[in-house]
């Protein structure tokens, strides 16, 4: 065999073992964009939950805010009206 032909089988070897480095590449990345993917949606899940805990805390913090505001108005116009029938008899 004359070394062009050698040369030629060489570099269909190689070329065949670079097909299989790029397709082990190829699996490789598709398993790692599995991954992620998997990783960012158990991500997006549990922010999701947090800000549902931070809403519902907020929400009762609100709540607990205006009927606390409420009992001291009462007793403000309590203590006015108080003041008034001592001031106004």
Same mark, same amino acid.
Do not use: C, Q, S, W
């Given at each position: 065999m004359d070394d062009? @032909? @050698?040369r030629l089988i060489f570099k269909w070897v190689c070329g065949i073992a670079d097909l299989g480095g790029l397709r082990e590449g190829m699996e490789s990345l598709r398993e790692g964009i599995k991954q992620v993917? %998997? %990783?960012? +949606?158990s991500i997006k899940e &549990? !922010? &999701?939950?947090? $800000?549902? /805990? *931070?809403k519902e805390e907020l929400g009762s913090m609100i709540k607990f805010s205006? +009927? /606390?505001l409420e009992k001291r108005l009462n007793a403000l116009? +309590?203590?006015? &009206? +108080?003041?008034? @029938? !001592? *001031? $106004?008899?």
């Open positions: 062009g @032909k @050698k993917t %998997e %990783e960012m +949606a &549990k !922010m &999701k939950e947090g $800000f549902i /805990d *931070v205006y +009927a /606390d116009e +309590a203590r006015i &009206k +108080a003041l008034e @029938k !001592m *001031v $106004f008899p």
